[in-house]
């Protein structure tokens, strides 16, 4: 029995797309637990970029099959494009995307509806792609299957319900006139067709997997600061990236997981609003952003940067249950002449215990920081620990001291080759 879930351990775009890619060498099937196509996960093969918002990173390797959990709200737009761009690129999906009948879809009025709550005060900096209005509905069960889309009267009693309520909202509070019915039951019609042959039930498929003893990868979107329940909210996403959620998110049981591992870049990173303790505000956190090209995959946002957290990563691991890590993005840190490690929080001189629950107690919190010398060279080419400059071995074992969880792999640039076991 072999399930691994790879999550983020941060606030997402940790490069959990290339250590997906880079794991599904050795896996069956990857399948995507959580979230939707807010997700921007990049791939570099030679001089191919792919980047991937809903179909898992295992696409790539051809001999891996990939499933969308239950869990995943799914954009058919986005999808049937996702399709489109990978065939083009000559990736073959026919027989290798298993998407589940009970995945909720997200609705043109989902988009609306988060756009038109963003342009409200208190915005949460969302992606815009409809995912928290879509959760909305699920949570509140008038959510839309895959699976309604098989009996095109009741999606039709069930697209009127709500688009009349959609179109109250919408008018009542947003100003934004009334949809369309009739064309969006067309649309979702027509998508029906053409994903029709990939849907089916992933949880017995991945049972069945599980029994016939293949290798699981199970891919978070997003990361655990993000999460809904553990996260710092209100500043999270609408889904559980937290390795809990690829059981629910998949229909798998606990007892089926065997191992969690956390992506962790070298450095902190955040799009949108929302507290964090170590995010720079000048010409170090410039420098992070653009050697570390952080901008967003999926809204080209400027990502905001920060040095490493290790009191948030220790609540990471402890929340996910980490027991290894993937180190990316260590090749950014070559150009600091020293770097900082966040290794504690206070609040008036007095240490922090636990990770706060609510943002203002986090926004409060003073980071205190060793200082560590910087290597002050390029990473590139190199394939091996013993051959990272001493300073780089030192910045690792000093992150897997303080972190008490091994890292297992390390990355150092886009590229699948340039990753490594420690
Ligand atoms: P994800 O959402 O966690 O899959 O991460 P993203 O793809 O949104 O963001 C990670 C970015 O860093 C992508 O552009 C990757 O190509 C890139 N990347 C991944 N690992 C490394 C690394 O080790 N070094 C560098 N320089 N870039 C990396
Ligand atoms: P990957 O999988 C980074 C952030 C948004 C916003 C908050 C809520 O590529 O790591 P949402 O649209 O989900 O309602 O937005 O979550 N966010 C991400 N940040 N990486 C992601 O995904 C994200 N998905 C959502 O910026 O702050
Ligand atoms: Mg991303």
């Known amino acids: 029995m072999s399930v691994r879930i790879i999550v983020g351990a941060q606030w997402g775009d940790e490069g959990k797309g290339k250590i997906v890619d880079l794991l599904s060498e050795e896996a069956d099937i990857v399948a995507r637990y959580q979230g939707g196509a807010n997700a921007g996960h990049t791939i570099v093969i030679g001089d191919t970029k792919y980047v991937l918002h809903l179909i898992p990173s295992g696409i790539l390797h051809d001999g891996t099959q990939c499933v969308i959990g239950n869990g995943v709200v799914i954009d058919p737009v986005a999808l049937l494009d996702e399709i489109t761009m990978l065939e083009g690129m000559g990736i073959n999906i026919a027989g290798r995307l298993h998407i589940s009948h009970k995945a909720h879809l997200i609705m043109p009025y989902h988009k609306m509806l988060d756009k038109a709550r963003e342009a409200m005060a208190g915005s949460i900096g969302t992606t815009g792609r409809g995912i928290g209005p879509s959760y909305i509905d699920k949570a509140q069960r008038t959510g839309i299957r895959i699976v309604d889309l098989l009996d ?16 109250r ?9 009334p949809l369309n019915v009739e064309a969006i039951i067309d649309e979702y019609v027509a998508f029906d067709s053409r994903i029709d042959p990939y849907i089916t039930d992933t949880t017995a498929y991945l049972h069945a997997a599980i029994k016939n003893g293949k290798r699981i990868l199970a891919e978070g979107a997003q990361g655990a ?3 809904l329940d553990h996260g710092t909210y209100p500043f999270v996403t609408s889904s559980n990236p937290t390795s809990g959620g690829a059981c629910t998110g998949l229909g798998i049981a606990p007892t089926s997981i065997s191992s969690v591992l956390g992506v962790v870049k070298a450095y902190s990173t955040r799009v949108g609003n929302g507290p964090f303790p170590t995010e720079l505000h000048d010409a170090d956190g410039e420098l992070l952003r653009s050697e570390g090209h952080e901008f967003g995959a999926t809204t080209g946002r400027s990502r ?4 490493l957290d290790i009191p948030a990563l220790r609540y990471s691991i402890m929340v996910n249950g980490i027991d290894s890590i993937a180190l990316t993005k260590l090749d950014v ?7 900082n490690i966040c290794t504690a929080y206070h609040i008036d001189g007095k240490p922090v215990k636990h990770f706060p629950a609510d943002v203002r107690t986090l926004e409060k919190v003073q980071c205190e920081y060793v200082t560590v010398p910087g290597w002050k060279s390029s990473l590139d080419g190199i394939r091996s620990f ?6 780089a071995q030192d910045y690792i074992t000093t992150v897997e001291d303080l972190l008490g969880v091994a890292i297992e792999w390390v990355s150092t640039s886009p590229a699948r080759d340039d990753t490594f076991r420690r």
């Open 152 to 167: 095109r009267d009741s999606l039709t009693e069930k697209l009127r319900t709500n688009i009349e309520a959609t179109n």
């Open 304 to 307: 905001r940067c920060g040095w």
């Open 169 to 177: 909202i919408l008018r009542a509070v947003y100003d934004v006139g």
């Open 386 to 391: 013993g051959d990272l400059p001493k300073a």
């Open 333 to 339: 840190l070559g150009v600091f002449e020293s770097i």
């Open 225 to 227: 600061l993000l999460d």
